[in-house]
């Protein structure tokens, strides 16, 4: 259509388009009536959000990016005022306005806005080449300054067609190249790409000519997703460039960019499908729970496939920096191959050991460090992946290449293989730990079975190590017992090196598992690589283990034995211990069963045996045959050992007085300073146990009497140690339990020996109380006969005198006198005698009256602390004479100067302690004085001590039960 400038003169032609005739003009003048009123709402509401705003050497983008220019820039300039000189041109969308700005020395600037929607969406301000000068404007337009706006589109519509179409990405930037050629009046365009190596390669060419020669070239970049793409240029030979040549081309440019964003994305989503196609078709076999082989030869073919077929390696880990090749597609090494990585490599394989992320390497020839990959493959760029299994690094996917840069996002697509191997794997592994713990719970079940059965411990032994080792894949296993001293002995093994029946010793300098067991018996031991351990191993050095895990035999909370498993490799699975110890727990089981029958049937036979001593100590036998009894006893409850009962004198000399399956001979006297266990009970009064008398004083008598261990126990009479039992053996140690067991029959034999001496002394001292009763009979008899009875003969016979000389006549007086003398006489005599029997004073006045009357006739000092009042009768009565027959021994026997006696109450107890200065010595045994005083005291069911050292004197305490104790008044 037609165009006319404001003052009706026909203006250049622009197409078209929807709205107003005067939209475009209308909105560009109130844009400069707001501007020059510095009204900041009015223009921001005439701005779109997205608004362009370019000069000649700027652009801004956005309202707020334009409008902080005009405030900073344009308004800043004092009178900055802007005139329309003109409308060059008009449509609904496209106003051209010539522009003169005040305070600027009137330059003339040609401005081109557009609309849309009612805003305005660009604006463009160019300077014309000479100001003032109305052709420059026109001349502007004439090269496209505002035509360029409706071709813009054209190219943009072809573009949306293209894609629309999904025609290839070549015709959509053809069709920019053809458009920048042709409104730049046929200039030479291309497009130009950056390669990897450096240099640029031309996708597409337009216009005359190859070569512009000594013309004039504009170029500008293409960016794609905020990277540089390439370069589009225009090129005039031997010509000049059209005005605002470089920001057009840079809208064109912009233009291909759109084009080659549009064409990655279709190749992108391509690539997207071909990926879930492959991810598909993989986890199709992991669902359907395919091989292992197989999977993983897909997963490498499948990779490849999306990575432009570069050579895809799948591997397993197998050690610390080891790896074995599984599947590969196009990788320089073949499946099976074993892979060490160095320690100092710097390489993708381990980076994903040392960190467990995905890692690439660009260009393998930078650094100066050592790559295996590059110098054995001759690798130049790689990328690999982790593959976790319960958060373990199971493996690595990696790609690999010749080249210097590996695509982007291979470490994304990688990583979805990964994924997916590793849930075939932990599927896998889910199925292999459900049916392991089948195979394992079938095993245990068979091994319990036996257990249950009570079968022979060799057939357990033997299906323990067979099951254990079916479990850990059929390598060695051996099940040991051990004997003490660091000594074990093989009892069964399935594939093991050394044969059941062997005894080994570990020496003290051994650091393996079975010094391990032994430092920890409570704990599994586990050395991975007996090659790596410095000094020697005895069971590599002889048997060429590599790993090994042994796990504890505990009975009773000891160690009885431990099973293991071996294997010449490095290691063995981390779950070793846990199966090892099922089934360790078991023959644990079984032997704790094995061992409670035999000890109900020691307990049994230890009963029985105990009952036929007890019987014979009931019956009152004969100390000789209850300590026959009881060696031939202890000897068979022990399985026949040797056993001994060895009694002690006073000075503690042991003499053997019964023996059974024993080489000492009866009578043997043995010391008591010595290190014999006889000795050492009798030194300690505890049981004793000597595991070896290797080194000791007595090791050559132990030796002539084949006497390798020992265990003694006290025979305890009355608070004395009267015997030890013992039992012996010319081999090892002697079972743990073997104090308590001899300590029955000790207390069994110091029962009979007790009552042996009980009947002894309850004999001797019934002859005792008969022999001072007579004697007690006859002294009064004689006191009386000699003494009262004399007296009183003497009196009658006085008395007849007397009568005879009165009948004479006489007075009689002298002969009445001499019977009254000898009547008196008999009185006090028989007083006398009846005072020795019990005093008056002890009768009227009391315990402390008795023993003050006793004291105050005897002739030497006599202490008398007295704190015991209200005491029974019979008490008093047992302790006058105590402590009266007590001071006539000192008076008679001790040659004392001085003498104590302290009577008090402790409890329900009277205490009565008798102490003196004599000479000592008292033996009760030697005397009727001492045990008639313990005759008195025992009568009354008390207890009598008593302390007499030669030269020190003598101590005596007498303690006497107090019953029904009558309060006290004071």
Same mark, same amino acid.
């Given at each position: ?63 707020? =990016? ?23 041109? @008009? ?91 042709? +409104? ?11 390669? +990897? ?294 009892? =069964? ?101 094995? +061992? ?21 100590? =009931?019956?009152?036998?004969?100390? !000789? ?17 040797? @056993? ?6 006073? !000075? ?170 000898? @009547? ?147």
């Amino acid at each position: 259509m037609p165009v006319t400038d404001g003052n009706g003169c026909p203006g250049n032609t622009i197409p078209d388009r929807v709205g107003s005739v005067h939209d475009a003009q209308a909105l560009a003048q109130e844009l400069y009536a707001a501007f020059n009123a510095r009204d900041d709402f009015a223009c921001r509401e005439l701005l779109d959000d997205r608004v362009t705003f370019r000069t000649t050497s700027r652009v801004f983008v956005g309202r707020e =990016a334009t409008m902080a220019y005009a405030h900073e820039v344009l308004w800043s300039v004092a009178d900055l005022v802007v005139e329309v000189e003109r409308v060059v041109a @008009a449509t609904p969308t496209t106003a051209v306005c010539e522009l003169r700005f005040e305070s600027l020395e009137r330059r003339v600037f040609c401005q081109i806005v557009e609309v849309r929607e009612g805003r305005l969406v660009d604006v463009c301000t160019y300077r014309a080449s000479e100001p003032g000068e109305p052709a420059s404007t026109d001349a502007l337009l004439s090269d496209g300054g505002v035509a360029h706006h409706g071709d813009e589109r054209v190219v943009l519509r072809l573009l949306n067609v293209l894609a629309a179409e999904e025609a290839p990405p070549e015709e959509a930037l053809r069709a920019v190249v053809e458009a920048v050629s042709a +409104q730049f009046g046929g200039a030479r365009a291309t497009l130009v790409r950056s390669g +990897q190596d450096g240099h640029e390669v031309t996708v597409v060419a337009a216009g005359p000519g190859s070569d512009v020669g000594d013309g004039l070239t504009v170029a500008a970049q293409i960016v794609v997703d905020s990277e540089p793409w390439g370069v589009l240029t225009a090129g005039w030979p031997g010509g000049r460039p059209s005005v605002r040549a470089e920001t057009r081309l840079s809208r064109f440019a912009e233009i291909a960019a759109v084009a080659i964003s549009r064409a990655r994305a279709r190749a992108d989503l391509g690539r997207l499908v071909d990926e879930q196609s492959a991810l598909r078709r993989v986890a199709e076999l992991v669902a359907h729970g395919a091989l292992e082989s197989e999977l993983f030869d897909a997963v490498a073919a499948e990779a490849a496939q999306l990575i432009d077929d570069e050579g895809t390696t799948l591997v397993r880990f197998d050690g610390p920096r080891t790896y074995t090749i599984v599947a590969t597609c196009g990788g320089p090494a073949p499946v099976g191959l074993r892979v060490d990585v160095p320690d100092d490599d710097d390489g993708t394989s381990a980076e994903v050991l040392r960190t467990r992320r995905p890692a690439r390497r660009d260009d393998y020839q930078i650094g100066s460090g050592p790559l295996f990959d590059r110098e054995d493959y001759g690798v130049g760029s790689s990328v690999s992946v982790p593959i976790l299994v319960d958060d373990r690094l199971w493996g690595m996917l990696g790609t690999l290449t010749e080249r210097r840069r590996l695509p982007e996002g291979t470490e994304r697509r990688l990583q979805q293989f990964a994924e997916l191997v590793a849930a075939a794997l932990a599927n896998s592994q889910a199925r292999a730990e459900v049916q392991r713990l089948a195979d394992e719970e079938a095993a245990l079940r068979r091994v319990a079975e036996l257990v249950a059965r009570g079968s022979d411990e060799a057939e357990l032994f033997e299906t323990v190590t067979i099951e254990a080792a079916g479990l850990v894949g059929n390598e060695a296993t051996t099940l040991v017992r051990y004997e003490g001293e660091r000594t074990f002995t093989i009892l =069964a093994t399935h594939g093991g090196p050394v044969p059941p029946g062997t005894t080994v010793v570990v020496p003290p300098d051994d650091r393996g598992t079975f010094d391990q067991m032994l430092r920890h018996p409570d704990r599994p031991a586990r050395l991975d690589d007996y090659g790596s351990e410095p000094g020697p191993l005895f069971t590599r050095d002889r048997y060429g283990v590599g790993s090994s895990v042994s796990v504890p035999i505990l009975v009773d909370d000891r160690l009885w034995g431990m099973l293991g498993v071996l294997t010449e490799g490095t290691r063995l699975p981390t779950d070793t211990e846990e199966r090892l110890q099922k089934f360790a727990a078991l023959v644990a089981a079984a032997l704790a069963n094995s +061992q409670a029958r035999r000890q109900l049937a020691t307990l049994a036979d230890g009963q029985a045996a105990l009952r036929r001593v007890a019987e014979l100590v =009931a019956r009152s036998a004969p100390l !000789d045959e209850v300590f026959d009894a009881v060696a031939k006893e202890t000897s068979r409850l022990f399985g026949n050992l040797a @056993a001994a009962l060895t009694r002690f004198d006073t !000075d503690g000399v042991g003499t053997v007085v019964a023996a059974c399956n024993s080489a000492v001979p009866l009578n043997l006297k043995l010391a008591p300073d010595g290190d014999s266990v006889v000795a050492r009970v009798f030194r300690t009064g505890q049981p004793v146990r000597v595991s070896t008398y290797s080194g000791t004083g007595v090791a050559e008598l132990a030796k002539h009497f084949d006497v390798g261990a020992a265990v003694g126990v006290p025979v305890t009479v009355d608070g004395r140690i009267w015997a030890t039992l013992t039992t012996s053996t010319s081999g090892a140690e002697l079972p743990h339990d073997s104090e308590s067991r001899l300590e029955e029959f000790a207390a069994l034999a110091a029962a009979a020996i007790a009552n042996a001496e009980n009947k002894v002394a309850l004999t001797a001292s019934r002859a005792r109380v008969v022999a001072t009763a007579d004697e007690t009979r006859r002294r009064l008899q004689r006191d009386v006969h000699d003494g009262a009875q004399a007296r009183l003969v003497q009196t009658v016979i006085g008395l007849q005198l007397a009568r005879d000389a009165i009948a004479r006549g006489g007075s009689g007086a002298d002969h009445i006198d001499e019977a009254l003398y000898h @009547a008196e006489r008999g009185s006090s005599e028989l007083r006398d005698l009846v005072h020795g029997i019990l005093p008056a004073s002890l009768d009227q006045g009391g315990l402390r009256a008795g023993l003050e009357s006793l004291i105050a006739d005897l002739p030497m000092a006599v202490g008398l602390q007295f704190e015991a009042d209200g005491l029974p009768t019979p008490t008093e009565t047992t302790a006058y004479f105590v402590v009266a027959e007590a001071l006539t021994n000192v008076v008679k026997h001790a040659d004392a100067t001085s003498t104590e006696v302290r009577v008090r109450i402790n409890d329900d107890k009277l205490i009565i302690d008798i102490s003196d200065n004599g000479r000592g010595g008292a033996d009760p045994a030697r005397g009727t004085g001492l045990m008639g005083l313990s005759d008195r005291v025992a009568a009354a069911e008390g207890t009598l001590a008593i302390t007499s050292h030669r030269g020190t004197g003598t101590a005596l305490r007498a303690e006497l039960p107090v019953a029904d104790r009558a309060p006290v008044i004071k």
